[in-house]
């Protein structure tokens, strides 16, 4: 199946879950204190609905404007803009009835469930699949910076190790090129010293300016050669498969980084090359060095577990039963919210740059992997959870955020806005929805046209 069709599906899927489950955060509160829900909608309706049925005193349905759902709840000015229904007398059942502090409920309902989801997603991945990952602090000689413009700007060379960010121990390797994007101060480890340096301002910047080298640090692994390639100028060298390069003439080799700039030094000319045979034979044997600096071989790599058994570093390995997947799942949500909010105050702060990172469906689909795999799509899912409950809350009038900000201005001074300003900070709230929603889709338009 196409890698983009099946992208388009999890993205869906997961929306329509997601959005489904935010609403019921807004319907049972409602249900519970009595308050009529008019529409359940998954997407927007907009003139027509793809479906639509009336059970009880509710329409439930599915629109065909795919940017949302939504409740539609009585006695409430929100994007239906029903100032019809509200020049009449309230009725009991109507939201606006009801007391400030359920109406509080019923709006934060939405997000609190979006909280929840994504806990009760980590915990389910936590005792299901355990936790595994390369322990950051073991790397046996520091990481390899395979873009130096990148590590020049960020400060680091390679065979470093980055022990912490933010004065927070880093655990995972995997993870901590997403970590640094957003923080401020890395803590590096290098020739037995350490020490601290500043993350500069603009970084996240340069990473966005080429999202295909975001992943500037790598594992330093050995010269392994697989086979020789077709055209080779060395078609008829005795490398052999599994082959591992342990000195390029006199100069002692043990990663792939360490080669490179000896086939530069050494381009076009012959070299003598000492290998570990498969067997453990150590061999030198004569060989040329290609006008691309190259020995016209591909590269061979050995399993993680070799990777581990050789030394290079070490794979931390976590089973949960379900009592220890609880503390587990909640810790990964409180942390991904926590680092969310991180990048949101870097978007928010035009001097980092960070505004240019940000996208919209397209992006969001990008998220989830070219194949299906259950683990990466409620990976995805509960990231997403967390991304829908922290933009809803904001305080921007016709999201749920501006709802809870004009409810707790009522409870503290004990005054309700009037209608009339509702209105009008509804319409303002919708405007900005749409201008950011075009800025994000437009940033991804940009980048497809650009790339």
């Not at 829900?37 to 639509?52: G, H, I, N, P, R």
């Not at 933010?166 to 890395?186: C, H, L, P, Q, W």
């Not at 070299?271 to 453990?280: A, F, H, M, N, S």
């Not at 240019?356 to 998220?367: E, N, S, T, Y």
């Amino acid at each position: 199946m196409n890698p983009i069709l099946i992208k388009t599906i999890q993205f869906f899927l997961s929306l329509s879950l997601l959005i489904v489950l935010h609403e019921l955060g807004h319907f049972i509160p409602a249900k519970i204190f009595k308050t009529r829900v008019e529409k359940f909608y998954l997407f927007f309706d907009v003139k027509f609905s793809l479906f639509k049925k009336k059970i009880g005193e509710t329409v439930y349905g599915i629109g065909w404007l795919p940017l949302g759902g939504y409740v539609k709840i009585s006695g409430m000015i929100d994007e239906s803009m029903d100032t019809e229904a509200m020049a009449e007398e309230p009725k009991e059942w109507e939201f606006r009835s009801k007391p400030a502090w359920q109406r509080l409920i019923i709006m934060l309902g939405g997000v609190t469930v979006n909280f929840i989801l994504a806990v009760i997603i980590y915990i389910g991945m936590a005792w299901s699949y355990g936790d595994e990952y390369i322990s950051a602090t073991s790397l046996k000689d520091g990481f390899w910076v395979t873009e130096q413009a990148i590590g020049d700007k960020l400060g680091v060379k390679t065979g470093d190790l980055i022990v912490a960010i933010d004065g927070v121990k880093v655990e995972r390797f995997t993870s901590m090129v997403g970590t640094i994007a957003y923080g401020n101060t890395i803590t590096i480890k290098r020739d037995g010293r350490t020490f601290d340096q500043e993350i500069p301002e603009d970084f996240i910047a340069k990473l966005i300016e080429d999202e295909d080298k975001m992943r500037f640090l790598a594992l330093r692994q050995p010269f392994i050669i697989n086979e020789i390639s077709e055209g080779s100028v060395n078609k008829d060298t005795d490398f052999r498969k599994n082959d591992v390069v342990l000195k390029i003439n006199d100069t002692d080799v043990t990663y792939l980084d360490q080669v490179k700039p000896l086939l530069e030094e050494n381009k076009e000319k012959d070299i003598q090359v000492t290998l570990k045979r498969e067997d453990g034979a150590v061999e030198t044997i004569a060989a040329k060095v290609s006008s691309e600096a190259t020995l016209g071989v591909a590269l061979g790599a050995m399993t993680m577990q070799q990777y581990q058994d050789e030394g290079y570093f070490k794979i931390e390995k976590v089973n949960y039963s379900f009592i220890e997947s609880i503390p587990a799942g909640i810790d990964k949500g409180i942390k991904t919210l926590s680092d969310y909010i991180k990048g949101m105050k870097k978007i928010f702060n035009p001097s980092t740059g960070a505004y240019k990172g940000v996208g919209g469906f397209a992006a969001i689909a990008g998220i989830f992997p070219d194949a299906w795999n259950w683990p990466a799509f409620w990976s995805a899912t509960a990231f997403i959870s967390i991304i829908l409950a922290f933009m809803n809350i904001l305080p921007i009038p016709a999201l749920d955020g501006g709802h809870v900000m004009f409810l707790l201005y009522e409870m503290i001074t004990g005054r309700k806005p009037s209608d009339k300003f509702m209105e009008y900070a509804q319409m303002t709230g919708f405007f900005i929805l749409i201008a950011l929603l075009l800025f994000a889709n437009g940033n991804d338009l940009y980048k497809w046209i650009t790339k």
